[in-house]
């Protein structure tokens, strides 16, 4: 079982709509929790980081945790065609190794 | 300032060849990693250098030396590498508490001929 598992994708929205990203984790253990955009040919870049069970908000992102169900959404509000991009989901776990799921990449058609 | 910089942007070596990866962070970060991403897949977790020591190695290959000289600065020394070693190498620095995010670097997309 992979580390950290997302929902594989391409998602394709479009502008102005929701995309709604999923990531499930195996290590229990596990206590800090990221997405990061990556554009393509570009680094990936930190855009939200949840701890705590909940919903966490920062603009048009939310990011949500549940770590009853080992499960981390990213929801994208009012989507741009400048969110298009992997979406690469990121756990620390017991062993303190930031891990990454395979990422989902989204298309925003405008 | 959330600001890592890597050097140089791009790098072209033979497989005979000894190169230098270089990245600098100037954020007081106390963990600092190298990454291997292959395109179209996640990034890859190669060193972790905790307080200027190695505490994680992922099984690289020794081809790979890493080296922090101080909590600012880490390198990647290259040598005698393979065309499968061709990616862009990332690092990335956090607060070498364990639990907090990391930052990443622009890459350095290396290409291996």
């Known amino acids: 079982q992979k580390e950290v598992e997302q929902n594989s994708g391409p998602l394709s929205v479009p502008e102005g709509a929701i995309a709604s990203l999923n990531c499930t984790y195996s290590?229990?253990?596990?206590?800090?929790f990221f997405w990061y955009r990556q554009y393509s040919g570009k680094s990936p870049e930190l855009i939200m980081s949840i701890y705590s069970n909940g919903d966490k908000e920062d603009g048009r992102f939310t990011a949500q945790l549940n770590k009853a169900s080992q499960y981390v959404s990213l929801l994208i509000r009012d989507s741009q065609p400048s969110d298009s991009a992997t979406y690469l989901c990121?756990?620390?776990?017991?062993?303190?190794?930031?891990?990454f799921g395979a990422g989902t990449t989204v298309t925003v058609r405008a | 300032d959330t600001e890592v910089t890597q050097t140089p942007k791009h790098l072209v070596m033979g497989m005979t060849n000894k190169k230098s990866l270089k990245c600098e962070q100037h954020?007081?970060?106390?963990?600092m990693y190298w990454y291997k991403q292959k395109a179209k897949k996640p990034p890859e977790l190669m060193f972790v250098?905790?307080?200027?020591?190695?505490?994680i190695n992922e099984s690289v290959p020794s081809r790979f030396s890493p080296e922090c000289p101080n909590s600012s600065l880490l390198n990647l020394h290259l040598h005698a590498l393979q065309p499968e070693d061709s990616a862009l190498y990332l690092c990335?620095?956090?607060?070498?508490?364990?639990?907090?995010?990391?930052?990443f670097g622009q890459g350095t997309r290396l290409t291996v001929v």
């Open positions: 250098y905790s307080y200027e020591k190695l505490s």
């Open positions: 290590d229990r253990g596990s206590q800090s």
């Open positions: 990335a620095s956090s607060h070498g508490d364990g639990n907090t995010e990391a930052f």
């Open positions: 954020m007081g970060h106390r963990a």
């Open positions: 990121a756990v620390i776990g017991g062993d303190y190794k930031l891990s």
